[in-house]
């Protein structure tokens, strides 16, 4: 084990995830916050994740088609395991350090995970925030979902031990994890980050050549933009694009049950990238405007228990 101590910054709704279930394995993890409201909202979410965790895991004693693969790789067990599996998520929750202090978060760190918005300039300040604190010995991985780990090596003080690693939300059930170096990475770091990617019980996905969006958001991305414009030009509403999709492939989930999930902040984020954006009249720009009418009326999603649909 390469690593024990993780700082995952932000909370969002991947940080949230990817903080709980590296506790979760037996990490010590710290979670770096801009402020105190961001602790306030950041309890919540991981509250939730607790009970999603316990709520799954007795589930499984009764339903194998409860089975997470980020649980356990091993698919049958006894209730004496799960019940030493809930005792984890109740040990992972109780663990969990908070701060907004960049030099607490770091400190000790063997491994931060950024997981901060797609907005260049914040990751940027992050960065060279933590370069003021942060040990020799530590790696700096991004989960950015779009943005290429070259854009901001140079600002993390150690481009060589700088790359990325990409979750999918609901991490727990859907554990794949994309490690994707930049041309100053050192091999051995980004082997490090496979191994951990495995020890908390992730599927390592090698991404062989820097990619924006790495292999699952060079497919997702384009899809959930479809639908948008779909839905910005009035071609039709999200319910029944969703339904469309549905019905006609098998999906379980339709794409704006997934930008849901992925928070409608971060969709925001993606198409504000778009230099069309800046223009109402686009499509881009169009979407923008549906996008932050709801996240000003905080409609983001899951987490916030309302977006495209009530949770």
């Not at 686009?282 to 549906?290: E, H, L, Y």
């Amino acid at each position: 084990m390469a690593f024990k101590n993780v700082t995952v910054a932000g909370s969002g709704v991947l940080g949230s995830q990817i903080a709980y279930q590296t506790a979760f394995k037996g990490f010590n993890v710290t979670i770096w916050l801009r402020s105190e409201g961001s602790i306030e909202r950041a309890k919540p979410k991981l509250e939730r994740l607790k009970n999603i965790y316990l709520e799954t895991l007795e589930a499984m004693k009764t339903n194998p088609d409860a089975y997470c693969r980020g649980f356990t790789d091993k698919e049958e067990l006894t209730d004496e395991e799960i019940d030493q599996l809930k005792e984890n998520a109740i040990s992972a929750y109780e663990g969990l350090t908070l701060t907004t202090s960049h030099e607490e978060a770091v400190k000790d760190a063997d491994l931060i995970i950024e997981a901060i918005a797609e907005d260049p300039e914040q990751k940027i300040d992050l960065y060279q925030n933590f370069a003021k604190y942060v040990p020799e010995k530590t790696v700096i991985v991004t989960n950015s979902s779009t943005l290429l780990p070259s854009q901001f090596a140079d600002y993390t003080g150690r481009p060589n031990k700088y790359l990325a690693l990409h979750f999918a939300n609901k991490i727990w059930k859907n554990n794949t994890a994309e490690i994707m170096a930049q041309p100053k990475t050192e091999q051995k770091y980004f082997d490090q980050v496979v191994e951990f990617a495995k020890e908390i019980g992730m599927v390592p996905l090698k991404v062989l050549k820097e990619q924006p969006g790495y292999i699952l958001n060079s497919l997702l991305v384009p899809f959930l933009s479809a639908a948008e414009a779909l839905w910005a030009k009035g071609v039709s509403d999200p319910e029944t694009i969703d339904l469309t999709w549905k019905l006609a492939t098998g999906a379980p989930s339709g794409p704006f049950q997934i930008l849901d999930v992925v928070g409608l902040v971060t969709a925001y984020n993606i198409v504000i990238m778009n230099p069309e954006a800046k223009d109402p009249e686009t499509v881009p720009g169009k979407i923008a405007a549906n996008l932050k009418e709801k996240i000003d009326a905080g409609k983001t999603g899951v987490n916030a228990g309302e977006g495209f649909y009530k949770y």
